[in-house]
DNA sequence: ATTCTCTTCATACTAAAGTATGATTTCCAG
DNA sequence: CTGGAAATCATACTTTAGTATGAAGAGAAT
């Protein structure tokens, strides 16, 4: 609002700036010689420049912020684990490591050397976890899995 | 650009008017009789009207686009196929029936049953899957396809 | 007509997965 | 301190999965 004022102080003073000239400029250069339309065409260019750079002056602060909201694909970022459903089929630690293992397509030997222990341990982790889960096979231990909200 | 030509025309159509009107009124109403600076000023003033409306014509369409992101979870829950990628890895239509019911969990031999070939056939299939999604487990093949969009 | 892909299937393997059982150690709770 | 769960591993075995190779019919494309 400050600036308002401002502006409006600007513009009165241009207006009588203009209208000075425009006296001057009658009585100097005898320009009421020329026809009224023409006279007031000069005006009406000149104050309509002035408007627009008025106008310019008070919209360039009140540009209209457009807020395009792009709807941006976010994979699966909210994982949260359904520790509840791991305790209600008493899923061991490691049981569920090897559980994550596995959902990443890691064969049982990729998964042993990846937890440091053996082949067969593994399998009897495995072996287990098929039983807690109640699936025959792995493919379908990892969907089971997802469905429960143990793994991602 | 168009719009450009059209605020001129309307521009000029509006000078045009007001010229007109002015003119009516200086001889029907005496108006010469207001001292010359009054005069000026109503002109003044009306074309700075004039022109500030001519500003915001212009202006209104510089407006700021303030593109916002918004994360959107999508819970998979329209799956749209990606026919692309299949014809791009050159998956056939039996291979891709056996991913589909790879990715329901199910063993090779069932997946032979339900689809009324030999368990050899399948394993021909599964096979050439693999080279194909360049993987080498069927756990591998099932997450790669549904990061390719091929099965949900 | 013949080349090519898809589909089917077989045989013969190798590799991996899965089951069953038992043993050992550690660690926690009753 | 002791019984039980958890974790580890082994051996032995069965079942599935996966590879390699070849073959043959069907249909589309050239």
Redesign the pocket.
Known sequence: MLKMRKTIVIYGLALAVLTLLLNVLEYKFFIRDLSMEVYMGLIAIMFTIVGIWVATKIIRRKTETVIKEVPVLVQQSHFELNEKELQRL?I??????VLEQ?SQG???????DK??????????????L??KLDV??????VQRAKELGLIP
């Open positions: 008493g061991s630690n490691r049981e569920y490591d596995m890691l064969s049982n030997q990729e998964i042993a937890l440091y222990v053996s082949l067969n341990t593994v399998k009897t982790h495995a072996s287990n098929y039983i025959k096979r792995r493919t379908q231990a």
